[in-house]
């Protein structure tokens, strides 16, 4: 049986889509009408996410965007048609299994949920759990909210859950012994490298146990957004940490590689939202699944030690270890998927 469901993985390899690294968000959607779909889209009230919500909700979506604090985040989203301002606080178990018990007594069901919220290369903070912030809120954060939504994913029938990763992921994987940095110094880069490793290998696994259901799992890497802020602690309210103002300050902490300061790398935030949409909307993906994408594209599969600027490294998608991040991630939680 394991052998059986190997055999029908996504490759992970392109699909010649007909997009490309300067394909906006509004490109992918063209004339789809997205009425009666119900989108939830964390960190949808700034940069990458407040785009994809602007542009599912403008097809016809009703998008829900948790904020952890909805007042704040009410003049970013003001105007933008269908769209729901709730309250979440990633960095709080409480607040999560709040915000989707709300949800779920709705009795709506859940098409796509874009799990689009973070904080990168924070300095060392913990949870009241003790756990690192960037792994808590990038992934364990998600992991819990993806799982408490999943009898509305389910009631989809059809639906996709997207964890914006980032080519950061290429600086380490996770270290499942010690992903709250107890035991090793901590090094804002790693920790965030590792929280994104996170992301797509989280992806791999939920969509591996969840498409019996018809609910498929994807990664993305938005690419590098200097107009948006990626040269910040992205969605810097919900870790409260200060934000590096410019993509000099992230070369110069060592954020970025050569490969990825030449001009071709560099998208508007409406670029850069396009590979979330186009894993939540694209008839290009039909039963597809647990793959890393990259401009409206599968990404291609890179070597270990390969030095070019795109692709997905062999850490963030080994199955074994999605296997034993999903393991660790309920027991560092206390939270199970019903599947």
């Known amino acids: 049986m394991e052998a059986q469901k190997h055999n029908h993985r996504t490759v992970q390899a392109p699909l010649a889509t007909g997009f490309d690294v300067q394909t906006t968000a509004k490109e992918v959607i063209g004339g789809l009408n997205l009425t009666g779909k119900v989108a939830i889209v964390t960190g949808g009230y700034s940069g990458i996410g407040l785009e994809t919500s602007r542009v599912l909700a403008e097809a016809g979506a009703t998008v829900i965007v948790p904020a952890r604090t909805p007042e704040k985040a009410k003049a970013a989203v003001s105007g933008i048609p269908g769209l729901e301002l709730e309250a979440l606080d990633l960095m709080d178990p409480a607040s999560i299994d709040s915000f989707a018990q709300r949800f779920i007594v ?28 960037q792994f808590a809120t990038n992934h364990l954060g998600h992991f819990q909210l993806t799982a408490r939504l999943w009898p509305a994913l389910k009631q989809a029938g059809q639906a996709r859950v997207i964890s914006v990763s980032s080519r950061a992921h290429r600086l380490g994987g996770v270290d499942l012994s010690d992903p709250s940095f107890e035991r090793r110094e901590y090094d804002k880069w ?16 939920l969509d591996d146990k969840a498409k019996a259901y018809g609910v498929r799992a994807f990664a993305v890497h938005p690419g590098l957004i200097p107009s948006s802020g990626i040269g910040r602690f992205l969605e810097s309210e919900e870790g409260g940490v200060k934000p590096i103002q410019t993509l000099q300050s992230v070369k110069e902490e060592g954020g970025l590689s050569p490969s990825m300061e030449q001009p071709d790398f560099m998208k508007t935030t409406e670029q850069g939202a396009a590979t979330s949409v186009w894993c939540a909307v694209s008839e290009q993906l039909d039963s597809l699944g647990g793959v890393y994408c990259e401009d409206a594209d599968i990404a291609e599969a890179v070597p270990a030690d390969s030095v070019q600027g795109s692709g997905v490294w062999p850490w963030a998608v080994d199955r074994e270890s999605a296997g034993r991040l999903w393991v660790l991630s309920e027991q560092m939680t206390g939270v199970r998927f019903n599947i």
Not at 190 to 205: G, I, P, R, T, W
């Open 106 to 133: 709705s009795g709506r069901p859940l098409h796509f949920l874009i799990n689009s919220a973070g904080i990168m290369a924070a300095p060392l903070a913990r949870d009241t759990r003790g756990y690192e912030s």
């Open 190 to 205: 790693k920790a965030y490298a590792q929280s994104k490793s996170a992301n797509v290998l989280f992806a791999v696994a």
